[in-house]
Each structure stands twice: as structure tokens, then as C-alpha cells.
Nanobody, 128 residues
Framework: QVPLVESGGGAAQAGGSLRLSCTTSLYAYNTGCLVWFRQAPGKAREGVAAICTHGTNTYYSDLVKGRFTIRVDNAVGTLFLQMNSLKPEDTATYYC?????????????????????WGQGTQVAVSS
């Protein structure tokens, strides 16, 4: 199993952009889902975006739809999250995760309890 390692977090101003990266498993990408979650202090971990079954399906939280884009670069085995039009409420630690041989619908894909392996997270701080 490829270790999940996130990078790309940092500080941004509202309206700005950041791109997060995560080393991941192409097997999970081809047969299951690769997912970004986030967790703000004192809050539960919430699903942000998922890409499933070799990109056949992508799911976004309503909070980020239209602003964030999830994609995979097959050549380098990396999962990305492009975050545009950032808001202060996007401030959180962002985690990537994966699950192989699985074809969930949106609710399942973005539910933290369905994943067992997590990266160490990368922090995003958006100021107003």
C-alpha cells in the first residue's frame, strides 16, 4: 500500500487559491475512490471531494462545489485538490484517503467512517 502523504497546504487570503497534493494508489483510483476530507478544530471530519472508478464519478460537498476540483495525475500517481475562491470557513486540516474495490454513491463516498487509512494531513488557513 502506498503511504498517503499530503502536501501543499499553507496560508491564503480569502478569494485566493491553493493546490493540495497526495501520493496515492492507482489501484484504488481504478477500482474504488480517492477522497479529500477536512477537519476544523472542534469539528467532525467532513468529506470535501471524491473521485471514483478511474474518474467515472466525482462527488463534491455542497460547501465546495464550483470552487474546488479533484483530479488524479496517473503519470505520477498523485491526487490533487485545486481550491479556488477560498473562504475563511475553508480553514482546516485536509486529509486524503482511499478505498479500493468500492463503488459508492455520493453519501457513502464522503463519509469518514467508510475509510480506514489516512495521511498525516496538511493545514490550510484562509484569512479574511
Amino acid at each position: 500500500q502506498v503511504p498517503l502523504v499530503e502536501s501543499g497546504g499553507g496560508a491564503a487570503q480569502a478569494g485566493g487559491s491553493l493546490r493540495l497534493s497526495c501520493t496515492t494508489s492507482l489501484y484504488a483510483y481504478n477500482t474504488g475512490c480517492l477522497v479529500w476530507f477536512r477537519q476544523a478544530p472542534g469539528k467532525a471530519r467532513e468529506g470535501v471531494a471524491a473521485i471514483c472508478t478511474h474518474g467515472t464519478n466525482t462527488y463534491y460537498s455542497d460547501l465546495v462545489k464550483g470552487r474546488f476540483t479533484i483530479r488524479v495525475d496517473n503519470a505520477v500517481g498523485t491526487l490533487f485538490l485545486q481550491m479556488n475562491s477560498l473562504k475563511p470557513e475553508d480553514t482546516a486540516t485536509y486529509y486524503c484517503t482511499e478505498r479500493s474495490q468500492w463503488r459508492p454513491l455520493k453519501t457513502g463516498a464522503l463519509a469518514a467512517q467508510n475509510y480506514a487509512t489516512w495521511g498525516q494531513g496538511t493545514q490550510v488557513a484562509v484569512s479574511s
